[in-house]
């Protein structure tokens, strides 16, 4: 394919005219897709919502979007922007689950702040058993 040979102005123009928008559009897009990917919580699998059940923590809709409260200390309240929330919940359970949740024979095992157990939620599955090895890294 020959290259074209712009010699005026007005070719110049009209050639920057046509692909900088397609250009900016395509660069747009993508950044938008990176952002939206960035933004999405870890898929999780049915045993989260049962160990959810006995997690400190909540989002809670207020009239200017989204926060992260506390079961346990009515004082704690996050206001992290829509693009964190999801993020800053999920590492607010990790930090909890090192506390609180113990793998024993194939269930695990939810404690209270004393230490004392509170619930045994069996592991059923493999898919659950690797996900809450890499979710929360016990």
């Given amino acids: 394919m020959l290259k074209k040979i712009y010699t005026n102005e007005k ?4 050639f920057m005219k046509n692909y900088l928008f397609i250009a900016l559009t395509v660069g747009m897009t993508l950044m938008a897709f990176v952002a939206f990917q960035e933004a999405r919580p870890t898929p999780k699998t049915p045993i989260y919502k049962k160990i959810q059940n006995y997690s400190p923590y909540y989002i809670d809709k207020r009239f200017g979007g989204l926060q992260i409260m506390s ?6 309240k996050e206001k992290p922007t829509n693009m964190e929330l ?8 990790k930090e909890w689950a090192k506390n609180h ?11 209270d702040n004393n230490g004392t157990e509170i619930t045994n939620i069996m592991i059923t599955n493999s898919e659950d058993e690797n996900f809450i090895h890499s979710f929360y890294g016990i």
Avoid: A, T
């Fill in 101 to 111: 949740l113990k793998v024993v024979n194939n269930s695990v095992i939810v404690s």
């Fill in 86 to 93: 999801f993020h800053r919940l999920e590492f607010l359970e």
């Fill in 71 to 76: 079961k346990e200390d009515k004082e704690f």
């Fill in 11 to 14: 070719e110049v123009r009209d």
